[in-house]
């Protein structure tokens, strides 16, 4: 019964259950109506109604994200497809493995502008890894799986199957997953063993080294994660992370330097600016983690793990590039470490350590404490405290929140932290949230949130109680889209242009409206008991943490600024930033 | 950090495709989306049982943002292969042009006997005017065009660069 005749719409669910698939979020609509019609005849595959279809992208992404699966949805033709795009481009900064399946209008309507008609092969072509349109209901089966395969193999992403509506109604024949994969990619999964060879000399070597991991160490899976552990064990080295890699290495590990970057910790971008030896394993050097490139580590030798071989070279020059996927290529370094039985130069080590510690007592991270108004960083240390023994997931919307939530809550686990990380995408938390309360059903999530930002999706909280996922937003709310405020009195005179949020809804009766939990904190005496109640919740929670209002994120490289001239604190003298450091993003 | 004062140089890429819709797009949005130069490019199917066409690309950049062409190329997923003939040479480049002249007397006659001088093929004629079809390295068939300007030039049609390594090595 491998090979059967069936209808288009029954083979879409026929080959996502044959995937291992079991959530898939959409929408229905004209042009996917057969295949919400095989859907209701099955109860193998569970359907998300979401609000929106960006919604359906986020969620899954956040499913994917948390799983370590690839996230699906359906939506349909036109403005089903077109509301896809942001999280599409999401997916394909960040590197997550989606398949999204958009309906179309009838082949021979193609071209004529039909109701609901747009190109969306065209229109989706820049932001998806590889997309299709399948005119032909008996290469349909062979496009989905192969749209799994690609998702998933090499630098995941996203990948667009559009089905116009006639070829869902056909009969045509179905096969099965086994043995398809596209005849021209095979991503290289194995490093190069003389190069991996070079990179243990390299490591052997090294007086000031770093390990610097990103999220190809997450996407590449739990194993990947245990051997960046057992390198950083073995060679002792310090180990900072992007934004997306955090998670990977424990945050509780005293190796561990924090984040780097524009707001990483001083340590991290110190240890950046002064290593002879940079090992990158599974991250891209973004331009939120190098600062000014041509001031970026400028006395380190480059080691570069990535499996994408466009990633290597791209913005900066290494030394030695390795294509592989970093969890194979972690294990052969590991390999031949042992095998050469090959030691660290201990004593160089020791005095790098030394010099470390003197960056970690500045102690970047350190505010002006109050105990009349809820500082933003104070109500994150107790969010993380109260959650810690929960092993909770964290997904964040985009600005000052999500920095802040970066450097004050401490993962110690992969595919626990769930951020818009290339994109930047406001209104990517709260259905990313729901999407890893499906893969995770028992697990506490929670979505930190700004208020602007919140209501960028604020109606995928209808989803969330309608399938009863007890997702709780914890709202920084300091009623300005607090990380353009930062911008405009950093670089632009303090003129505020647009960016106090007016009128904005009471967050309270706005979950209540929704039939879901609303909370509200103003004062930091009460901030622990509502915290401990928002988490023995059974509802979904809004929490309303009104918090100070002209808060700024620190420390920060400002733009055009290298890694060694970060500002600490808002105490320090204003930094005069250069016309080209104002043209930076 | 890559230096902006690196040489530029001119590269002839070649490109395996699988023939499928949309596959010429995907290759021409790389290089709009990312901001690298055509100069030229050509394709054809060049295997029906395989589906498979080959892409020429002559580009132009530093030797990093050529590295970069490649390796973005060679990721897309419908891609076989790619080969920079540039480096990989030698190789052989010819391009196709026709070209239509007008006009009478002592001009015409001049256009004819340069054209013979190009061997170019004339493969339309009329009382007042020629269409010649030259076959040659870009740099000829622009010489022979500079040369038809002051003849009566009126119309140019080019292929672009179709190329191939020298020597018994397939790609």
């Not at chain 2, 901001?35 to 295997?47: K, W």
């Amino acid at each position: 019964m491998a090979d059967m005749d069936m209808t288009g719409a029954e083979m879409v669910i026929r080959a996502l259950v044959d995937q291992g698939v079991e959530v898939l979020f959409g929408y229905p609509g004209g042009a996917v109506l057969p295949i919400y019609d095989a859907l209701f005849n099955q109860d193998k595959l569970r359907h998300i109604l979401v609000r929106h279809e960006q919604g359906a992208a986020h969620a899954a992404e956040g499913y994917a994200r948390s799983s370590g699966k690839p996230g699906v949805l359906l939506v349909t033709s036109g403005p089903g497809a077109t509301n896809t795009i942001t999280g599409l481009t999401d997916a394909l900064m960040d590197s997550i493995p989606l398949v999204c399946l958009t309906g179309q209008v009838a082949t021979h309507l193609i071209g004529t502008d039909a109701f609901q008609e747009c190109d969306t092969v065209g229109i989706t072509r820049s932001c998806t890894k590889h997309n299709v349109l399948v005119k032909d209901v008996n290469d349909l089966a062979q496009a989905l799986h192969e749209a799994f395969y690609v998702a998933t193999h090499g630098r995941p992403g996203p990948v667009v199957v559009d089905i116009p509506k006639d070829v869902q109604f056909q009969i045509g024949r179905y096969v099965g997953p086994a043995n398809i994969a596209p005849r021209s990619y095979r991503p290289q999964v194995k490093g190069d063993l003389g190069r991996i060879q070079q990179a243990a000399e390299m490591i052997r070597d090294a007086k000031r080294p770093v390990i610097y991991s990103g999220g190809g160490v997450i996407n590449s899976g739990p194993a990947a994660s245990q051997l960046l552990r057992d390198l950083a064990r073995l060679t002792g080295f310090p180990v900072t992370s992007t934004l997306m890699g955090l998670g990977a290495f424990p945050a509780s590990d005293s190796n561990w330097l924090g984040m780097l970057g524009m707001h990483g910790t001083y340590e991290a971008n110190m240890v950046m600016h002064e290593a002879d030896l940079i090992l990158n394993i599974g991250a891209r050097f973004d331009d939120r983690v190098t600062g000014r490139l041509d001031l970026f580590a400028p006395h380190a030798k480059k080691i570069h793990i990535d499996i994408d071989p466009s990633s290597i070279n791209k913005t900066v020059r290494v030394d030695l590039g390795i294509v592989g996927d970093v969890g194979h290529v972690l294990e052969d370094l590991i390999k031949v470490w042992k095998a050469k039985q090959y030691r660290t130069q201990t004593k160089d080590l020791e005095s790098w350590w030394a010099q470390i510690d003197q960056w970690r007592g500045r102690e970047c991270l350190r505010y002006r404490a109050s105990d009349t108004i809820i500082k933003p960083q104070y109500a994150l240390q107790r969010l993380f405290e109260l959650t810690r023994d929960r092993d909770a997931v964290i997904t964040t919307e985009v600005g000052q929140h999500q920095m802040w939530a970066a450097q004050y809550l401490g993962f110690e686990k992969p595919n626990r932290w769930l951020t818009s990380g290339g994109l930047g995408t406001m209104g990517y938390g709260l259905p990313a949230a729901i999407g890893a309360q499906l893969a995770h059903p028992g697990k506490l999530v929670i979505d930190v949130a700004g208020e602007a930002s919140i209501l960028m999706n604020i109606q995928e909280l209808s989803t969330a109680v309608q399938y009863r996922l007890p997702v709780k937003v914890f709202i920084l709310n300091n009623q300005y889209m607090g990380m353009v405020r930062q911008w405009q009195e950093l670089l632009h005179g303090g003129r505020y242009s647009e960016s106090y949020s007016e009128a904005l809804p009471d967050f309270v009766k706005l979950a209540e409206a929704y039939h879901a939990k609303g909370m509200r904190a103003t004062k930091p005496q009460e901030l622990d008991d509502m915290i401990i109640e928002m988490i023995s919740s059974d509802q979904p929670v809004i929490f309303d943490c009104v918090v100070d209002k002209t808060e700024n994120c620190f420390p920060m490289i400002p733009s055009g600024k290298g890694h060694h001239e970060m500002i600490l604190g808002p105490e320090e003298d204003p930094v005069e930033i250069s016309d080209e450091g104002r043209m930076m993003v | 950090m890559f230096g902006t004062k690196e040489p530029i140089a001119r590269h002839t890429i070649t490109v395996l495709v699988n023939n499928e819709a949309g596959v010429l797009a995907r290759v021409i949005g790389l290089f709009s989306g990312r901001g690298y130069n055509i100069e030229s490019l050509t394709v054809a199917e060049i295997d029906a049982s395989s589906h498979t066409s080959r892409i020429t690309v002559v580009t132009s950049g530093t030797a990093h943002v050529i590295d970069q062409i490649k390796a973005q190329l060679a990721r897309l997923v419908p891609v076989q292969k790619v080969r920079d003939l540039t480096v990989d040479g030698p190789a052989v480049e010819r391009e196709l042009a026709l070209v239509k002249v007008r006009g009478g007397g002592d001009k015409r006659v001049e256009a004819l006997r340069l054209s013979e001088a190009f061997r170019a093929h004339v493969i339309d004629t009329t009382h007042e005017s020629f269409v010649f079809e030259l076959t040659g390295s870009p740099e000829k068939l622009d010489a022979f065009v500079e040369l038809m300007r002051g003849l009566g030039l009126v119309e140019v049609a080019r292929t672009g660069v179709a190329a191939i390594t020298r020597g018994p090595a397939a790609l």
